[in-house]
């Protein structure tokens, strides 16, 4: 079975611009969250959303948005890009998302460069 | 903020058992604690998962204390391959949903 899958894997931008990350979870998954890793860092959390609708957010700027559609699928947006949103962003799947013990499976990440 | 501490690095050389002691002082009573490995540039992904006294898999085993005020990961025969990032988490139940909360995490360093 395929994994978690993320586009693109590398991305340029420059500041004040805006873009957009996708995620496929892994058949099956419900939940999918998104979390913000900086070089030298732990991943951070950002958002996490269950069957469509936002679960959770963590302690990021309204700049930061999401969704999720009917296939589960996910985008996670940021707008007016600065320099220091660059990073690797993963995304995660779970079953639930709310069960105390689901094991989270993480994509490889889409590395973010803001110039 | 995050719920764990555990040393920024270890070394460690082939063959030999490394042991990662994680602390977590305010651990929930329905808290389980699970570890991650993180390699460069990649996402990170699950090694194992308790509540309490010991779990094993075929990676590692974990060892939980009665208090369950700390943890310790186990990797027996280690090799250069599981030079890495090890993240210790305790559940993050806040909200009715289950986040992830990292630290700074392990990085694990194995020499031949």
């Known amino acids: 079975d395929a994994g978690v899958t993320q586009s693109p894997t590398h991305l340029i931008k420059t500041r004040g611009q805006q873009v957009t990350l996708r995620c496929s979870p892994i058949s099956g998954h419900k939940s999918v969250s998104w979390y913000q890793q900086v070089l030298g860092q732990g991943p951070q959390f950002i958002f996490q959303y269950y069957e469509k609708e936002e679960r959770g957010r963590g302690n990021f ?14 985008e996670l947006n940021v707008n007016a890009l600065l320099l220091g949103d660059s990073a690797l962003y993963l995304c995660a799947s779970s079953k639930t ?3 105390r013990y689901n094991e989270q ?9 803001v110039l | 903020l995050a719920k764990t501490t555990q040393p920024i690095s270890m070394d460690s050389y082939e063959g030999q058992e490394v042991n990662i002691t994680c602390s977590h002082n305010n651990i929930a009573t329905n808290d389980y ?13 699950f ?6 006294t010991k779990v094993t ?3 590692a085993s974990l060892f939980i204390p009665a208090d369950r005020k700390s943890s310790t990961l186990s990797l027996p025969r280690v090799s250069l391959s599981d030079t890495a990032v090890y993240y210790c988490l305790v559940g993050d139940f806040s909200g009715g949903y289950n986040k ?6 392990t990085r694990l360093a194995v020499h031949p």
């Open chain 1, 105 to 113: 499976f993480f994509g490889p990440g889409t590395r973010l460069t």
């Open chain 1, 61 to 74: 700027p309204d700049r930061f948005s999401a969704r999720q559609f009917p296939n589960y699928s996910s």
């Open chain 2, 100 to 105: 992830l909360i990292f630290g700074a995490g």
């Open chain 2, 33 to 45: 604690i699970t570890w991650y490995q993180q390699f460069p540039s990649q996402g990170p992904r």
């Open chain 2, 57 to 59: 898999n075929e990676v």
């Open chain 1, 97 to 99: 998302g709310v069960d």
């Open chain 2, 47 to 52: 090694i194992i998962q308790g509540y309490k």
